[in-house]
């Protein structure tokens, strides 16, 4: 069974780090571009970051760029997130995909999806 699994989520003050982790299992992250996705309540699900099959090309939205970094580590089957200098507006639902291209602008081209994370950002 194909499955995606995103951990780390959880508490955390404004100005703080979380470190999202996206865990696949029956098949080969490095075969995939992998994009991080996220929905606030009421809102629509908006792209993050994504990241190349080759791990050479990232993508990121304007409101997480210096602030947000996306890497994956072949050996472990994992893609990242360190989200630094957290803010309130990142508070949401995370969700992590796999799909043939590093696009963040259209989720529907992404073929597997996990479960999702909350980031609560608050003080």
């Known amino acids: 069974q194909l499955q995606l699994v995103e951990s780390g989520g959880g508490l955390v003050q404004p100005g703080g780090s979380l470190r999202l982790s996206c865990a696949a299992s029956?098949?080969?992250?490095?075969?995939?571009?992998i994009g991080w996705f996220r929905q606030a309540p009421g809102k629509e699900r908006e792209g993050v970051s994504c990241?190349?099959?080759?791990?050479?090309?990232?993508n990121y939205a304007d409101s997480v760029k210096g602030r947000f970094t996306i890497s994956r580590d072949v050996a472990k089957n994992m893609v990242y997130l360190q989200m630094n200098s957290l803010k309130p507006e990142d508070t949401a639902v995370y969700y992590c995909?796999?799909?043939?291209?590093?696009?963040?602008?259209?989720?529907?081209?992404?073929?597997?999806w996990g479960q999702g994370t909350q980031v609560t950002v608050s003080s």
């Open positions: 029956g098949f080969t992250l490095d075969y995939y571009a």
């Open positions: 995909a796999a799909g043939h291209r590093c696009v963040i602008t259209t989720p529907h081209r992404y073929t597997y």
């Open positions: 990241i190349s099959r080759s791990g050479g090309s990232t």
